[in-house]
T-cell receptor, first 112, second 111 residues
Framework: GQQLNQSPQSMFIQEGEDVSMNCTSSSIFNTWLWYKQDPGEGPVLLIALYKAGELTSNGRLTAQFGITRKDSFLNISASIPSDVGIYFCAGISGGSNYKLTFGKGTLLTVNP | DVKVTQSSRYLVKRTGEKVFLECVQDMDHENMFWYRQDPGLGLRLIYFSYDVKMKEKGDIPEGYSVSREKKERFSLILESASTNQTSMYLC??????????FGDGTRLSIL
């Protein structure tokens, strides 16, 4: 089946640093999504990307839909302690109108 | 904003019990989903429904069933709970080809 390879698995950074994480796949996706999950909570949608090459920002977050449609990255600029959590990428393929394929997540720790 | 509400945040049940997890969404979404989330395994799809009374198996349906009698409500049923079903359960909803929106999750412990 389809798989998303998300890296890194975890990151430990200092407050104020920029962060970058990415997802790659051997399959093409029509939509890329980035979610954040705080401890004990459900995932919350951060950014949705619908077009190859699309670059979208949401505050300090920027995400891009790779031109090959097989990858995406998420950048967080000037990290703050509340950025702590697990970040998931997810993709929707053309053959499915509903099913998400998830990455395993990136655990981000921000030291004040 | 989309609101997906799961009936319980924490639940403790005993082995062999029949367990019901309830999920309600308020945005008239066609699609609803149940996942379980375990450390190191990520989110795994148990069942989903694309319309009232319609359901399809996800990747790990064994030991579970679902019910969707009304569009806004999707129930996950553990027919006879076992300890290996201790997990975080997440409900989500969406419209066709749009991102899924998740509830806050139910942390279920089976003793």
């Amino acid at each position: 089946g389809q798989q998303l390879n998300q890296s890194p698995q975890s990151m430990f950074i200092q407050e104020g640093e920029d962060v970058s994480m990415n997802c790659t796949s051997s399959s093409i996706f029509n939509t890329w999504l980035w979610y954040k999950q705080d401890p004990g909570e459900g995932p919350v949608l951060l950014i949705a990307l619908y077009k190859a090459g699309e670059l979208t920002s949401n505050g300090r977050l920027t995400a891009q839909f790779g031109i090959t449609r097989k990858d995406s990255f998420l950048n967080i600029s000037a990290s703050i302690p509340s950025d702590v959590g697990i970040y998931f990428c997810a993709g929707i393929s053309g053959g499915s109108n509903y099913k998400l394929t998830f990455g395993k997540g990136t655990l981000l720790t921000v030291n004040p | 904003d989309v609101k997906v509400t799961q009936s319980s945040r924490y639940l403790v049940k005993r082995t062999g019990e029949k367990v019901f997890l309830e999920c309600v969404q308020d945005m008239d979404h066609e699609n609803m989903f149940w996942y379980r989330q375990d450390p190191g395994l990520g989110l795994r799809l148990i069942y989903f429904s694309y319309d009232v009374k319609m359901k399809e198996k996800g990747d790990i349906p064994e030991g579970y069933s679902v019910s969707r009698e009304k569009k806004e409500r999707f129930s996950l049923i553990l027919e006879s709970a076992s300890t290996n079903q201790t997990s975080m359960y997440l409900c989500a909803s969406s419209v066709v080809n749009q991102p899924q929106h998740f509830g806050d999750g139910t942390r279920l412990s089976i003793l």
